[in-house]
């Protein structure tokens, strides 16, 4: 098993910015795909950002523009760094990712996980 760790979150006043992080609590091989989600009360997750094993990305409209996702593989995280936040953007995040499992050897093994979620809010 393998444990997506999310850190970065907290409170900010409209305009700020904030970085979250994701990444995976033991040693893998690599992560093959990241993205990261939002969830406000009563409505549905949704994708807010996406990140290929080849470095193209895909942004919700609503925070084009404003959100970067990127990832360092070195280190096995993925990143959203997050700029002009404003008030509708007050979500739980939750890191999504394809992580390729080394531990048991060849083949590896590629299993999606969900972060913890982390609370994102954003005062006007």
């Known amino acids: 098993q393998v444990q997506l760790v999310e850190s970065g979150g907290g409170s900010v006043q409209a305009g700020g910015s904030l970085r979250l992080s994701c990444s995976a609590s033991?040693?893998?091989?690599?992560?093959?795909?990241g993205g990261w989600y939002r969830q406000a009360p009563g409505k549905e997750r949704e994708m807010v950002a996406r990140i290929t094993s080849g470095g193209t990305t895909a942004y919700a409209n609503s925070v084009k523009g404003r959100f970067t996702i990127s990832r360092d593989n070195a280190k096995n995280t993925v990143y959203l760094q997050m700029n002009s936040l404003k008030p509708e953007d007050t979500a739980v995040y939750y890191c999504n990712a394809e992580v390729s499992d080394s531990s048991a050897g060849y083949p590896y093994t590629n299993v999606n996980y969900w972060g913890q979620g982390t609370q994102v809010t954003v005062s006007s």
């Open positions: 033991r040693s893998i091989f690599s992560i093959n795909y």
